[in-house]
């Protein structure tokens, strides 16, 4: 008798049922329409690890081949849209959770970070201008991937950790270093035709078509660690790469609207004035500028500051009213 060809799901998941192909939940040993996201990543993570026992020697692409399967299923449950699409597709009536929990929500609910942590993280937040996700991080109250899966979770997206899933090779290529530093991403794999771009920021519609069109292919991100989206950067799209791209004209700038690194406050669009606000404006100005005036002309006056004669403190105050109202103009154009 010969011996028996190798099931991988049968001998290295356990699965016996012998229909194929299996659906996600029957490949991540879960109950069919499981809704808890953090008891699928703790079947993935799980599932994974055991793979990866097999991932040298003689079945070293059996086991890639599952890895990447595996994967495909995690980030497709986690994603709450394609979760709700799939399950549709496997003939789930009713509409699952309604509703997403915040990040806070969620960190409280694990007992990740203490209410006292949570308003030390709310006023750094304030003070220093980030998200408090990267507050919670930066001031050590919470492990930076604890946060981004809580964060993850909130925004409805799945999570991947660029240690369990490794980026393919052949995929490096095909996003400019310019891209990859000025959205924080790293391609990772294809998964239905799309793009998996591993990021600490979600993409707008209007940055996911601006990236379809220059990538040739729709994209999708899964939600990861700065920490380790900075480090396979820093390894693959160095920033004198990204310089030579726009030096040879293959780069180019990111579009309005994009997504600053994870830890910096986005930069606010400049907005367009209305007549309305610009008269408003300069009535404030000619306001402060009267003040000015008033203010100087009194000191001069009250002083005796009058050796270049009577139109001495007049002028005076007129320049300081004059530069008062410049001032307060310019600052307001420039917040405007």
């Known amino acids: 008798m010969g011996e028996q060809t190798l099931d991988v799901y049968r001998d290295w998941l356990g699965i016996k049922d012998t229909n194929r192909p299996l659906n996600y939940y029957q490949l991540l040993r879960l109950k069919m329409f499981e809704d808890d996201v953090a008891k699928i ?12 026992k097999f991932a040298t020697g003689q079945y070293w692409e059996e086991s890639q081949k599952l890895l990447n399967e595996l994967a495909r299923a995690m980030l497709c449950l986690t994603d709450q849209k394609r979760k709700a699409e799939y399950d549709a597709s496997l003939g789930r009536t009713d509409s699952g959770p309604s509703g997403r ?39 050590k109250l ?8 809580a964060y993850a979770e909130s925004e409805g997206l799945p999570y991947i950790d660029l240690k369990e899933i490794e980026p393919d090779e052949n995929l490096i290529d095909r996003v400019p270093a310019v891209i990859a530093r000025q959205y924080s991403c790293v391609p990772v794999m294809i998964d239905e035709d ?13 940055i996911e078509e601006e990236l379809r069109l220059r990538l040739g292919i729709p994209v999708r991100v899964a939600i990861c660690t700065p920490a380790a989206v900075n480090e396979l950067i820093n390894k693959h799209y160095p920033k004198e ?45 000619a306001a402060v500028g009267m003040i000015a005036f008033g203010g100087v002309s009194a000191y001069l006056s009250m002083f005796h500051f009058d050796r270049f004669g009577g139109l001495g403190s007049v002028g005076m105050g007129l320049l300081a009213g004059a530069v008062a109202a410049a001032v307060v103009w310019m600052v307001m154009r420039f917040r405007g």
Not at 41 to 52: E, S
Not at 142 to 149: A, F
């Open 142 to 149: 919470v492990p930076q991937d604890v946060v981004m899966q």
């Open 241 to 285: 790469k990204a310089q030579a791209e726009l030096a040879s004209g293959k780069g180019t700038a990111a579009p309005a609207g994009a997504s600053a690194p994870a830890g910096q406050k986005k930069p606010q669009a400049k907005k367009t004035l209305t007549p309305e606000q610009r008269r408003e404006q300069l009535k404030l100005a």
């Open 41 to 52: 990543r703790k079947h993935y993570r799980k599932l994974n690890a055991h793979v990866r």
């Open 101 to 139: 929990r915040t990040l806070e929500q969620i960190l409280v609910s694990q007992g990740a970070v203490t209410p006292e942590g949570l308003q030390k993280a709310r006023n750094y937040s304030m003070v220093v201008g980030v998200d408090i996700r990267d507050a919670l991080w930066q001031q």
């Open 194 to 206: 799309a793009l998996i771009l591993a990021s600490p920021n979600p993409l707008t519609p209007e």
